[in-house]
């Protein structure tokens, strides 16, 4: 089961699966993309399970979840994909409501997916949960609050469900993934879902995401996918995707105190 199927690595993932013969449930809240996706997976595949789902509604996560089961009769496999970047303001600038959103989608998302389809993929007794943090859930940056508090979140909530799993001997493994800059469109999102939430774009704020996008965001969905899926193929318990990703969790590592100037330093010299 993948979430955030109608584009990006969502996608990509639920390719990639039906390549390697799973039958593959995919959900998004973009009907348009996910009926694209779904004539993909069919391409190389089985056709998929595909509904409609926001991952914050628990009620709706809750039916789903009984709904794949039944549709397959077994889930193996969650991949808690979707979410959402918000754009780039500080704290003092950010609205409580820009913060719900993100924390509804980005961190409750992944906790009503886990939950919902735990039961199932103990019972089929050869589970995985795959939770998509992000570079960002290793390392914070300014102007991103919101976004760094959901990703670091993941990363917790994840590692402490694999910390339960080993306690309670449930045949489930668990993996987070921090992918480092993805070619997908969350930059432009985040701006246009604001600009839908009636908050106002600044020139600094579009500068940044046009910046994301020519500079950062270069790896192919695909690439990406491939890494994730070669990870929990190979049952890693956190998967690195991309050399920025990995160059950032070693900056971390072995900077903890003079990181954070340093990456300022890059976000003066990147963005202006």
Known sequence: MVTGAGSGIGRAL???????GALTAISDVNEDGLRSTAARV????????????????????????TAVAEH???VHQLYNNAGVAGGAAP???????????IVNINLW????????????????????????SSLNGLLAQASMSAYCTTKFAVRGFTESLRAEMLAEGHPVRVTVVHPG???????????????????????????????????????SPVRAAETILSGVAANRSRVLVGKDAKGVDLLVRLLPRAHARLVLWWEKRTFG
Not at 91 to 101: I, K, M
Not at 109 to 132: A, Q, R, Y
Request: glycine content about 10%; hydrophobic content about 35%.
């Open 109 to 132: 998302g992944v906790i009503n997916g886990t939950k919902e389809f735990l039961p199932h993929l103990i019972s089929s007794g050869d589970g995985h949960v795959v939770n998509i």
């Open 72 to 74: 397959h009769g077994v």
């Open 91 to 101: 704290l003092s600038e950010s609205d409580y409501e820009t913060y719900e959103r």
């Open 181 to 219: 800059g993805i070619a997908t469109n969350i930059a432009t999102s985040a701006l246009a879902d604001a600009e839908r939430a009636g908050r106002e774009i600044t020139d600094q704020q579009r500068q940044r995401a046009e910046a994301y996008n020519a500079k950062l965001l270069k790896m």
């Open 14 to 20: 639920a390719i990639g699966l039906a390549r390697r």
């Open 42 to 65: 069919s391409a190389v595949g089985k056709g998929p399970h595909v509904e409609v789902l926001d991952v914050s509604d628990r009620d709706a996560v809750r039916d789903y979840a």
